[in-house]
């Protein structure tokens, strides 16, 4: 019964941890002229740098920018301290 209550609490909370809510800040610039931004984006999936370079990257091209760092990636608890960093990129991409 012990193994029965062990695995379904393993099940949950790694349900849980897939459905989180996962953020990235990140550098990006366009060319001609030199134009640079700090952001935040939210990913999905999961919740890795690897993730969030992949998502961040095309999300950025489609737009003519350039990811030029991926600087963190948190959860919903970093998001309030970088939004006055991130102004109008903040939750863009």
């Not at 790694?14 to 550098?27: M, V």
């Not at 003519?64 to 963190?72: H, K, N, P, S």
Request: hydrophobic share 40%; proline share 2%; charged share 15%.
């Amino acid at each position: 019964m012990k193994q029965i209550a062990l695995t379904l609490f393993v099940t949950l909370a790694l349900t849980s941890a897939a459905h989180a809510q996962c953020y990235a800040d990140y550098k990006a610039k366009q060319d001609n002229p030199l134009r640079l931004h700090y952001g935040v984006a939210q990913v999905s999936g999961q919740c890795s740098q690897n993730s969030a370079t992949q998502q961040i990257r095309a999300r950025l091209a489609a737009q003519g920018w350039t990811l030029l760092q991926i600087q963190a990636v948190f959860g919903p608890e970093g998001l309030e301290q970088r939004k006055a960093s991130a102004g109008q990129y903040y939750l863009r991409f």
